[in-house]
């Protein structure tokens, strides 16, 4: 009884199960921008730039990307961290009358 290991015996012939950690993760939101034919692209860089921390390189990178594949992910954010940007960019972008669209998806 000295050495009583309760995960391998109970004394009744019954092995107990570790309780599964009752926490989950909370899910990631990919923040997306939508290609469009009127919004200028030096308009989207510089929303990649402003809004997601991109440098410039990295900003034409994924505007190209966004302008012949339609769309593209800006980054990968808490789900109110990517509310948030999608909010501040569609807000701006109206504010300067251009279409351009930001949205997001679960990861
Ligand atoms: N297609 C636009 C143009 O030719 C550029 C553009 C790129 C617009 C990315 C939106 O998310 C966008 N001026």
């Given amino acids: 009884m000295s050495d009583y290991d309760p995960f391998q015996d109970n004394m009744n012939g019954l092995t107990l199960q570790e309780a599964k950690p009752k926490l989950k993760k909370p899910p990631l939101y ?40 339609g769309v593209g992910v800006c980054g990968t954010y808490s789900k109110d961290v990517a509310e948030t940007k999608v909010y501040l960019v569609n807000d701006y972008s109206r504010a300067h009358q251009h279409p351009l669209l930001c949205t997001m998806e679960e990861a």
């Fill in 30 to 69: 990919k923040v997306i921008l939508l290609n469009d034919d009127f919004t200028p692209m030096d308009f989207v860089i510089e929303i990649l730039m402003n809004f997601f921390a991109m440098p410039q390189d990295k900003a034409t990178q994924v505007m190209l990307q966004i302008h012949t594949q």
